[in-house]
Structure formats: C-alpha cells, structure tokens
C-alpha cells in the first residue's frame, strides 16, 4: 500500500503504473493535450511547448504518442513513458505522478473538465455504425494535422483522432444544419489522413459538413464542395458555410438546404472542372420549382477555392466574395 499526498487531501491506494500505461495507450491524445496542452501531431510524435521553461517555438520537446516517452533536444530532459511526463510536468515524483493520472484516467478523463469539447447530442442510433461513429467522435481532439498545415486552414468543427498510429482529421456530417453548435446530430464521419487520403465512415448521400460558426446567419449559405475548400471560405466570410464534400453529393445536399430553408439565398461555391460544372447544373435543377440558386467559381489560374485561398490569402478571399456581383465572369447567375 503506496501513500501519497495530494494538494491537502491524504488517500492511501495501490498504484498500477502497468494498467495506468494501458489506458494511456487506448486513448493518448486526450491525454496528452490535457496534460502538455494544445501541440502538433508529426509523424509518430507530438510536438508541444516545453511545460518547464519559456518555450516559444515547437519543435524541440517531443512526445512519442504511442508510450508517452519525451526528450527536449534543448535542454535534455527525457523520460520513457507517460508516468515520466506527467511526473515531469507536475514536477513531482513518479509514484504522485501515476497517482495523479490513476485519478485522472478513473474519471473518464472527463471531457467537460478538458480543454475541448464534444458534442453531447450525437445520434444514439442502435445500429453499430452509429455507435462507432459515437465511439471515434468522443475519442477525438483538437489538434493541428498534417493535413490542416498544407492546406493552410485552422480545423474549425473537426477534429483529430488516432487511429494505428496514424493521426486522422475526423469530419462531422450531418442532415441538416443545427441551430447551434449543442443540437448537431452526427450522421456520418469523413476521415483525412497525414497525405490527404480520404474515407467515410456509413453513406453520405444528403450529408453534409458544416464549415463556418454553427449559429451564422441563415440569410445567405454557401455550399462546396470539400472540406478544405469550405473552410477557406469559412475563414474568408461571414457566410455559413457547408461542404458536400462531393461533386455527385452536391444535388442532394443544396436540396436539404432548400428544404430546410426556402427563403435563403443559396451560393454554390464550385471547383474550375466539368464535375463542378456538372455538380452546379444538377443542383440548380433539382431545386427550380422551389427557387433559384447561384454559381461562383475560382479565377481561372485556381481548380478550387483553397488554391486561390492559399495565393491570396483571407483577406483577399473575401474581398472577392464581398464583390460578387461585379465579378460576372466568376459568378453564375
């Protein structure tokens, strides 16, 4: 029987680092990022701020995601497992060390008291895609990726995941636009990896993603096509913003839209290629007895609006958003 103190509050307990390890593995990068903070995954590692020292660039403390174990190129400090950072970062010794994370891990690692959120209304379908949907969503963070960094966009509602070793973003979808950020019903899940590979976790046919703030106003919604192209626009405007994230899926995402909302101005924001093209002529038809929607296309140097997004940045952007109705080249009436 190990004591150990505290703060002011004396317990007396077994501590079980090898199951404390054990669960540290099932889930790191919660973990991680309530301990070490908010950091960038890169390759196998997680590059954070050095806790200990006025660190002001990442890059030379490094956490390998998979034990926990971390060296300090700068300063030499290291340790082999999750126990040894958490020791390192409370400052104290390991046994107090795997304490403190035994408390921490037998709470769930609560997620109301960690530094993200999740959403607490996701679907509570029976069906066992549904339940891995759940599964995947509350066992991801908020983090950079990879992915984030080489299209130049911050990671807005998604979030990242772990998954083999190899950080995934994880995409929310849903089939319809929620009132806020608390009422989103999650359908379907997209996952990006560290190289852009792309998968969905169920069907999408009607899903989409919603990109900007969930409560924007409804007044104008912007539909394109993928992720990253939603979110340039997203951090470019103050449109809602969705993401079909298909050309073939657009048609039945801006008939959701029109359903959902028959007096909003609808935009099809469309990449510079024929399946765009196509995409912009089977929503506009598919809707025309109910009402009309509009097309704007990148300038003719960029295939989408991410291209154009990292050439000119978000400023630029939206700018050429906010001129919409002078730029009759790029804008399909």
Same mark, same amino acid.
């Given at each position: 029987?190990?004591?150990?103190?505290?703060?002011?509050?004396?317990?007396?307990?077994?501590?079980?680092?090898?199951?404390?390890?054990?669960?540290?593995?099932?889930?790191?990068?919660?973990?991680?990022?309530?301990?070490?903070?908010?950091?960038?995954?890169?390759?196998?590692?997680?590059?954070?701020?050095?806790?200990?020292?006025?660190?002001?660039?990442?890059?030379?403390? %490094?956490?390998? @995601? =998979?034990? #926990?174990?971390?060296?300090?190129?700068?300063?030499?400090? $290291?340790?082999?497992?999750? *126990?040894? !950072?958490?020791?390192?970062?409370?400052?104290?010794?390991?046994?107090?060390?795997?304490?403190?994370?035994?408390?921490?891990?037998?709470?769930?690692?609560?997620?109301?008291?960690?530094?993200?959120?999740?959403?607490?209304?996701?679907?509570?379908?029976?069906?066992?895609?549904?339940?891995?949907?759940?599964?995947?969503?509350?066992?991801?963070?908020?983090?950079?990726?990879?992915?984030?960094? %080489?299209?130049? @966009? =911050?990671? #807005?509602?998604?979030?990242?995941?772990?998954?083999?070793? $190899?950080?995934?973003?994880? *995409?929310? !979808?849903?089939?319809?636009?929620?009132?806020?950020?608390?009422?989103?019903?999650?359908?379907?899940?997209?996952?990006?990896?560290?190289?852009?590979?792309?998968?969905?976790?169920?069907?999408?046919?009607?899903?989409?993603?919603?990109?900007?703030?969930?409560?924007?106003?409804?007044?104008?919604?912007?539909?394109?096509?993928?992720?990253?192209?939603?979110?340039?626009?997203?951090?470019?405007?103050?449109?809602?913003?969705?993401?079909?994230?298909?050309?073939?899926?657009?048609?039945?995402?801006?008939?959701?839209?029109?359903?959902?909302?028959?007096?909003?101005?609808?935009?099809?924001?469309?990449?510079?290629?024929?399946?765009?093209?196509?995409?912009?002529?089977?929503?506009?038809?598919?809707?025309?007895?109910?009402?009309?929607?509009?097309?704007?296309?990148?300038?003719?140097?960029?295939?989408?609006?991410?291209?154009?997004?990292?050439?000119?940045?978000?400023?630029?952007?939206?700018?050429?958003?906010?001129?919409?109705?002078?730029?009759?080249?790029?804008?399909?009436?």
């Amino acid at each position: 029987m190990i004591s150990y103190k505290l703060g002011n509050i004396e317990k007396d307990t077994r501590v079980d680092f090898q199951n404390i390890k054990q669960k540290y593995r099932e889930n790191p990068l919660p973990i991680l990022r309530e301990l070490v903070g908010a950091g960038e995954i890169h390759g196998s590692d997680y590059v954070v701020l050095n806790p200990r020292r006025n660190d002001r660039h990442r890059g030379s403390f %490094r956490i390998k @995601i =998979s034990t #926990g174990g971390f060296y300090d190129f700068a300063t030499g400090d $290291k340790g082999g497992s999750i *126990i040894d !950072l958490a020791a390192f970062v409370y400052n104290c010794g390991v046994v107090e060390a795997a304490a403190k994370l035994g408390d921490f891990l037998g709470k769930g690692y609560s997620y109301k008291s960690m530094s993200y959120v999740t959403h607490s209304t996701i679907s509570q379908s029976s069906t066992k895609n549904h339940i891995n949907q759940k599964f995947v969503w509350e066992k991801s963070v908020v983090l950079n990726h990879p992915y984030l960094r %080489r299209k130049g @966009i =911050s990671i #807005g509602n998604a979030r990242v995941n772990l998954y083999k070793g $190899k950080a995934n973003l994880v *995409i929310p !979808l849903t089939d319809r636009v929620p009132e806020k950020y608390d009422s989103l019903e999650i359908k379907g899940l997209q996952f990006i990896g560290e190289v852009g590979q792309k998968r969905f976790m169920g069907p999408i046919k009607g899903l989409m993603h919603v990109s900007s703030g969930y409560e924007r106003s409804r007044e104008v919604i912007v539909i394109s096509e993928g992720y990253a192209t939603a979110r340039s626009i997203a951090e470019s405007t103050d449109f809602l913003v969705l993401a079909a994230m298909s050309s073939i899926n657009m048609k039945n995402v801006t008939e959701k839209i029109a359903e959902q909302f028959p007096n909003t101005e609808i935009i099809i924001a469309a990449d510079n290629d024929e399946a765009g093209k196509k995409a912009v002529i089977e929503a506009r038809r598919a809707i025309s007895k109910i009402k009309q929607c509009r097309a704007v296309y990148p300038t003719p140097e960029f295939n989408d609006f991410n291209d154009m997004y990292q050439a000119i940045g978000a400023d630029g952007l939206g700018e050429f958003f906010s001129r919409l109705d002078t730029r009759m080249a790029h804008f399909d009436i």
